[in-house]
Structures are given as C-alpha cells and as structure tokens.
C-alpha cells in the first residue's frame, strides 16, 4: 500500500539533512500525480515512515480472515494463479519470530528480513493501483529492497515522490547494496520479467561501468543472480555482485 504521493523531493544539495516524521494517516491505494504531497522534502534528509502492513491491519491474530470485499482486496472471482475447480483455501498462518529467524512450520526456518513490497512513483499517465507494477515500481515484493538498500526510481512528475533520478532518465527501478546492484524487470509473464530484469542491468553496466553490452551479457550468464518477486505481474531482479561489474 502507498500514501501517493508520498514524498515530494526538491533540490537541496550543501545543506544539513533534516529528519521528517510521517505518521500513520490516510491511506491511499494508487500512485497518482493528482494526490497532493504528505511532505515535501529535500536532497540528504531522512524519512521515518509510519505505515500499515499490505492488508491494512486486518490479521492480527491466528483467528483472523482477510476482508476481500475491501482495499486491499484480491479479485473474488477469479486469481492471476487459480485454474477452475482449484479449490480456496481460507486460513491464516501466524509465525513466531526468534532469534532473527522465521518459524515457518515445524521443521523449517527462514532469515527475518522485512521488505518494502509498494514502492514507485508517480506515472505521467494514468493512477496505477497498488497492486500492478511499471517502470513506476508499484507492487514489487522483492526482498532486495530490505534495510540498508539504495533504490533508483524515474521520475516522471515534477517533484515526484523520491528525487532519486532527477539527473537522467532511468529505463526501470535499481537497487544497490553494500555488495551488489541490480535492476528490476516487470513482464506479462515471469520469463519476460526475468530477460528484461538482465537486459537492464546488461545496459547499467554498459553505462556506469564502462563495459561493452554483450560482453555484460557474457558476465551475467556466469556470475548474474536471479530474485523473483510478485509472479502476477511478472517480477524479476536480475543482479551481479559489485567486485564483477567494476572493469
């Protein structure tokens, strides 16, 4: 989910960065130029956000069942996944957390690390819901986007939601962390996700980091790594580790 737009950014470069609070208000389910700015920042300073989680607070407990009547919902009819006869389950799987790690059943544990699932910008066109995903972001659900990662978004809008691409036109979302970058595909499908995710990152490493196209497809067939994110609209994230894309 999304307050659209969330943030406006402004040039502010040679100053000292303040710290904004954004508390827990209206929320919005689009990425839409026409809604007004919860808070205009600028260049160097930080955001703390207060938000509900993608089903707006509705489980909270083992008992719970999500509303699908209501934003967020999920078509009643029919699933970007479900076939006829494939029967609906309704039930809700409350995991501990211990120790940094997720109790997922009884045998199996997996590492705690919370993602941002929506995030974008505003499109110069139209008002995506929080549930499709562009060139804009939208509904990625990548776990890359975790603590500490540094995400490039286009930005379309004047003052956009985050300034991080103002200096150029970005073709689609990046990310980068301490060790890695990567660049986001978004298809009809998972396979066309997964050659736009690589061709992306192929093009970042032609244009940053000094490397011939098809040599950088070469690297990424050896050394490329893969993540999957929301299947219905196809996401991928195609990524290489830092110490292969400097030439």
């Known amino acids: 989910m999304t307050r659209t737009p969330l943030v406006s950014a402004r040039e502010g470069a040679g100053r000292q960065g303040r710290r904004h609070q954004l ?3 209206e929320l919005h389910y689009a990425f839409s130029r026409h809604a007004a700015p919860a808070l205009t920042v600028e260049a160097g300073d930080t955001v703390v956000v207060e938000t509900e989680d993608a089903f707006s607070g509705q489980i909270r407990t083992k008992g719970d069942r999500r509303d699908r009547s209501s934003v967020p919902y999920s078509n009643p009819v029919s699933g970007c996944d479900l076939h006829l006869g494939e029967p609906l389950e309704d039930q809700t799987r409350v995991c501990r957390i211990e120790d940094g790690r997720i109790l997922w059943d009884g045998r199996r544990t997996i590492p705690y690390a919370p ?3 929506c995030i974008g910008t505003a499109p110069a066109i139209g008002s ?3 549930f499709p ?5 939208g509904n990625i659900d990548l776990r890359n986007l975790t603590a500490w990662a540094t995400v490039y978004l286009p930005v379309s809008v004047p003052e956009g939601l985050f300034d991080l691409a103002r200096e150029r036109h970005l073709p689609g979302l990046r990310f980068e962390s301490a060790d890695e970058i990567g660049a986001v595909g ?5 396979e066309e996700g997964i050659a736009t995710a690589y061709s992306r990152l192929a093009l970042w490493l032609e244009e940053d980091y000094g490397w011939k196209r098809w040599e950088a497809y070469s690297l990424l067939t050896q050394v490329g790594r893969l993540s999957l994110g929301f299947t219905c609209n196809g996401i991928a994230a195609a990524r290489v580790p830092k110490e292969y894309a400097a030439e």
Do not use: E, F, K, N
């Open 23 to 25: 508390p827990l208000g």
């Open 128 to 130: 995506p819901t929080c």
């Open 133 to 137: 995903a562009g060139d804009y972001g």
């Open 115 to 117: 993602m941002i699932g």
């Open 186 to 190: 978004v298809g009809r499908s998972m």
